[in-house]
């Protein structure tokens, strides 16, 4: 069964880091292109980055760019998060997914697992 995990959410005050975890299972995470989107109550989805499978090349959207990093654990089938000087904004609902595209702005997304809340609040 192919199945995607996130952990590693949690409430942390502003300026404070988060390493959120994307485990896989049932299939080879480093096949694919994984891309890490969030949902925030009201807003519409946001795609925050992704990962290319092969040489590995990233995408950050813009208001995460110098303070989110993603990276793959390829023996741990693991992708992860980290988050550095998070900001009320970046509270949201954070879920990983395969993509359907290459890594890149507007990327498609194919499975993902059921999320994982980060909440940014003194």
């Known amino acids: 069964q192919v199945q995607l995990v996130e952990s590693g959410g949690g409430l942390v005050q502003p300026g404070g880091s988060l390493r959120l975890s994307c485990a896989a299972s049932g299939f080879t995470l480093d096949y694919y292109g994984i891309g890490w989107f969030r949902q925030a109550p009201g807003k519409e989805r946001e795609g925050v980055s992704c990962i290319s499978s092969g040489d590995d090349s990233t995408y950050y959207t813009d208001s995460v760019k110098g303070r989110f990093t993603i990276s793959r654990d390829n023996a741990k089938n693991t992708v992860y998060l980290q988050m550095n000087n998070l900001k009320p904004e970046d509270t949201a609902l954070y879920y990983c997914?395969?993509?359907?595209?290459?890594?890149?702005?507007?990327?498609?997304?194919?499975?993902w697992g059921k999320g994982t809340l980060v909440t940014v609040s003194s």
């Open positions: 997914a395969t993509l359907t595209t290459s890594c890149r702005p507007g990327y498609g997304l194919g499975s």
